[in-house]
Every structure is written in C-alpha cells, then in structure tokens.
C-alpha cells in the first residue's frame, strides 16, 4: 500500500472505477448515474449558473466603481475564465467523471491536493449557494410586495442582521443621527421589535431562503432528467427577459454618460473583481455532471465555452445600457436594472424585471446544488469521505444522501444567517480551483488529438511568456518598486506571492517549453485572487487547514488509493 500522501489515482483507474460499477460505494456493482445531457442542456446549465444574482444585483456596484469601464472587468475576467475553461475543457476529455477539480487533482497532483481542492470546492459551493439563496428570498419577497402581498419582516431576513439593525438604530437615535438611519437599518429594527419571542430571544427566520432551498434539492433529488427540463425552460425565460432588456434599454441610453471611460482608473474597474467573478463561476458546475452526459468528451467542452462565450456578450451589453441610461454614480443599489428602468419611468419593465430575477437566481441555485453532491459523492467514492456520501438512489440515480446533506448545509444556514458578507470567499476558492487545474493541465502528458474529443490546442509559450513579463514588468514599473520597497502594508502579501510565481513559471515556459494557454490561465487566475484582499486570504487558508485536520484524521487512514498493493 502506498503511504504517500501525494499517491496519484492514474486516469486509467478512474475510467474502469466507474464502467464497473464502483459509482455507489455502498452497494458494489449498485445503481449508476443516469446519461441525460447534451451539448445544448450543458450550455443552457452553463448559462443558468452564469446569468444570476451577477447580472441583477452585484454588477451595479462594480459599474458604480468602475464607470463604463466596467465592461473592461467583464472582458478580462472572461479571458480568464476562458483560459481555465479550455484548461478544464482538456480534463473533462480526458476524465469525463463526476468530480469537477477535485477529481483533475487526482489524477495530476496527487491525493493531498484532491483532498484540499475537494474541500475548496465544498465551501465553495455551500457559501455560494447559501449567498444565493438569501439573495433570491430578496427578490422574492419584492416580487410579492409588487402584488400587494406583506410578508413580515421578521419572517424574511436573518436573526443576526436584525439584531444588529436593531442595535444601531438604537445607537443612533440615542446620538440624534436619525438622517443615518437607512431603509435597511429601518427595516431590519422592524423586524425585531415586530418579532414574536420569549423574552430576549425573538423568532427571526429567512422563511423564503429556507422555501426555495427545499424545493430545489427535492428537484435535483428526484433525478437529472427533470432537473434539465426546469434549467432549460427557466434558461429561455430569463434570457429572453434579459435581451428584450437590453434592446429596450438601448433606445434610452445618454452617450455622455459613458464619458469618463474609467472615471476612477484602472484601479476603480478592479474594485469589483469579485463580484463580477462571483457571477461567471458556473461553468465549473458544469463539469461535475460528467457522468451524466450522453458524449462527455465532445459535448462538455462545447457546453463549458458556448455558455462562456453567450454570458460574456450579455454582460457586456448589460453594462453599456446600465452605465449609458444613468450616471455610474447612481449604480450603488441592490437592484441596477430595476433602478435604472424606473429611473427612466418605465415601471412595467421594472416589475418584469423583478420576476426573471427571481428565476435567475433560483436557476444558479439549482446547479449549484446539482454539483455539490457530486463533488461529495466523488471524495466519498475514493474514502476520502464515508461511503454514504456516494449512495446512489435506486430510483432516481442521483448522489441521494449527499443531495440532502447539501439541502442541510445551504438551507439551515440561510434560514439564520447572511453569510453574503463572506462570498469573496467563494471567488477565491473557485479561483484557487482554477489556478489548479490550469496547473495540473501542464503536468499532464501531451496527446495526439483524437476523433470526437477535445484537445488543447499546443502553443509553444517558451518566447511569449518571458515576453509578456518584460512587457508587464516595464508598464507597473512604479508600483512594482513601491512593492519591493518594503513601504507596502500586509494586504500586498498575496501581490508578492504573485511576482514570485510569475517569475518561477517565467523560466519553466523558456526552459521546459510549456504550453502557453494553461500558464496564462494559471497567472491570470492567480493575479484575480490577489486583487481579494489579505482578510479573505486568511479566512480562505483557515477553511484549508480545518480540511487538512480531517484528512490527516480520517481520509488519509480510509483511502481507498492507500489501501492497494503498490
């Protein structure tokens, strides 16, 4: 048996693991998952986890620090992300299985970094969808408000942001600074005073959060088939809402508003990073549902770039209208499209809006619940995780144990918590799962491309690379120097580690000739995390060294990998 704890689970191993049968650890031989999807379902599920809370909500406030020039956020984010979607393109051709990142580890890293990209991904995807899902009981509760329908306030948000809404409205009226009393403040007081309760405890609870939650792991519960359909048809109604949008919004565009271009530099369209990376993460999704594809290795390439593709474009009309309709200034809000209809009195498109909002943000939600339990069902496959996670359902074919677990872990938190405060956390991870696989892709050995299945294109990067470091190198020549003056603070940590590994992959391409598309994914995915800040690199390496606790204390002894005979 092998003891390291870099032991690779070779690609041929993974292949014959699932063709016999090992897909339900509980039960040898047992139930597979069912091949469903297509090319056309896996762009439509690319779309749906891409065009959400991102095109509705968070890019008003990367348009308000950005300007116009927001579209530029939007343009290298999706380079970046169509680095690592070719990178993730070549893995699901080689390895179409459950499994995402964690899986590509595997094969290319070893067993320890699987395990720490599997729990990445977990928080990843738990954090994310609890996000989510807080998100849509917002829009839902405003849809019904629309209808004349009150829902209490202390049944529609969380106990901690009442508590404190409460609080700081008390601080204020003590102080007499009424005028910094917000409507949100206002209504988070309501809810708590209005809040029935013993005592000091009060009965606080994000009903709507917890609704929706239940309703879509029932869906991704009952099979894949009928998960496809629901994607599929609430895919062709918010693109249809969205792009009837953007014709509308056109006719009402200002050009003077998108003069400054970038009224805050380059630096202001950095601000929002995050967000805009929070909104195109989806495609990653796509990828745990290998197993259910009809053609896994011609189809999920395609599925993963289309929809890349297709959301750019939408995001970066979006953004045009949006900018061009009202002032960057005014785009602060929790709601932009809505805001900037109503700006221009056109109400009724306004309401429209509120309603796709909520099937888009109920669509990311049901993929991102489609994938996790996959990513539970692949670490438990490999005894990374107790075999229960990977129980499939003698009926359904789907990951049935880990689907409830996962209902559990995104709806209990979002019945009482507003974790919304900690989604860099999921851009960083998904990042971090980038970076990896664009790693692992350069480890892998070249293939001759074959009949039928996607191949990484081979671009010598043995000149560019070097030539793209002097380039970039001589532009940021300034703050570069301030950098290694010692004069920076800590939040320019991550900013170093980025210089060091630009420079140490910088003399891999010239020496080692390696392939120009996965070092670029790999740097420019790399650069984004460091633009996260140095709060969210310590949150994210504490998530990592609780995962490293429990794979030293229960994966590493029940490995199915360490089991075998060397």
């Not at 048996?1 to 041929?12: C, G, L, V």
């Not at 970046?80 to 893995?91: M, N, Q």
């Not at 809505?338 to 509120?354: D, R, T």
């Amino acid at each position: 048996m092998s003891n390291s704890i870099f032991r690779k689970k070779s690609i041929a191993k993974i292949l014959s693991d699932v063709k016999s049968g090992h897909s339900d650890a509980e039960h040898a031989g047992g139930g597979q998952l069912k091949k469903e999807l297509n090319v056309k379902d896996l762009t439509l599920m690319g779309i749906a986890a891409i065009v959400g809370a991102g095109i509705f909500s968070t890019i008003g406030l990367a348009s308000f620090h950005g300007g116009p020039g927001v579209t530029i956020l939007f343009i290298i984010t999706a380079v970046t992300c169509g680095f690592s979607a070719l990178c993730y393109a070549e893995f699901a051709s080689r390895i179409p299985v459950a499994g995402s990142a964690y899986t590509y580890a595997y094969a290319s890293f070893g067993e320890l970094i699987a395990w720490i990209i599997g729990w990445d991904l977990l928080m990843e995807y738990a954090i994310g969808n609890i996000a989510v899902a807080v998100s849509w009981s917002t829009y839902f509760v405003n849809l019904l408000e629309g209808f004349h329908i009150h829902v209490p306030a202390y049944l529609t948000m969380d106990y901690y942001s009442a508590f404190t809404a409460h609080d700081q409205v008390q601080q204020l009226t003590a102080s007499h600074h009424l005028t910094d009393i917000t409507d949100t403040l206002k209504q988070g007081a309501i809810a708590w005073n209005n809040a029935p309760g013993v005592g000091s405890f009060k009965l606080i609870a994000n009903i709507p959060a917890l609704a929706i939650v239940i309703g879509i792991t029932y869906l991704v519960y009952v099979g894949i088939r009928e998960t496809k359909k629901a994607t599929n048809a609430m895919v062709i109604l918010k693109i249809t809402i969205v792009i009837a949008v953007i014709a509308i919004g056109f006719f009402y565009v200002t050009p003077a508003n998108w003069h400054p271009f970038m009224p805050n530099g380059f630096s202001g369209v950095m601000k929002g990073v995050s967000g805009v990376f929070f909104a195109y993460i989806g495609f990653d999704a796509i990828s745990t549902t290998a197993e259910e594809c009809r053609e896994p290795q011609r189809d999920l390439p395609k599925g993963m770039i289309y929809s890349l593709i297709i959301c750019t474009v939408l995001y970066i009309l979006i953004a045009l209208v949006l900018t061009g309709m009202v002032s960057y200034k005014k785009l602060a809000v929790g709601d932009p499209l809505a805001y900037v209809f109503n700006q221009v009195h056109l109400n009724a498109i306004s309401g429209i809006i509120s309603f796709s909002a909520v099937i888009a943000t109920a669509s990311v939600l049901l993929i991102f619940q489609l994938g996790q339990p996959r990513i539970w069902m692949s670490m438990s496959r490999d005894g990374l995780l107790p075999k229960i996670f990977s129980r499939i359902h003698p009926k359904f074919h789907t990951p049935s144990f880990a689907t409830i677990v996962t209902g559990f872990v995104v709806g209990v938190p979002a019945l009482f918590l507003n974790l919304t405060i900690v989604t860099d956390l999921t851009s960083i991870g998904t990042l971090f799962a980038f970076v990896l696989v664009c790693g692992g892709v350069l480890l892998l050995p070249r293939e001759a491309a074959q009949g039928g299945r996607f191949h990484l294109p081979y671009i010598n990067s043995k000149w560019i690379v070097p030539g793209l470091f002097i380039v970039f190198s001589y532009l940021f020549r300034n703050g570069l120097q301030e950098l290694l003056s010692g004069t920076t603070n800590k939040d320019e940590f991550p900013f170093y580690l980025f210089i060091i590994l630009s420079t140490v992959l910088t003399v891999l391409a010239f020496i080692k000739n390696l392939s120009l598309i996965p070092v670029l994914g790999l740097l420019s995915c790399f650069y984004l995390m460091t633009q996260l800040g140095y709060t969210n690199w310590l949150r994210f390496l504490i998530w990592l060294v609780i995962g490293l606790v429990i794979y030293f204390t229960y994966s590493y002894k029940h490995s199915v990998l360490g089991k075998m005979p060397d």
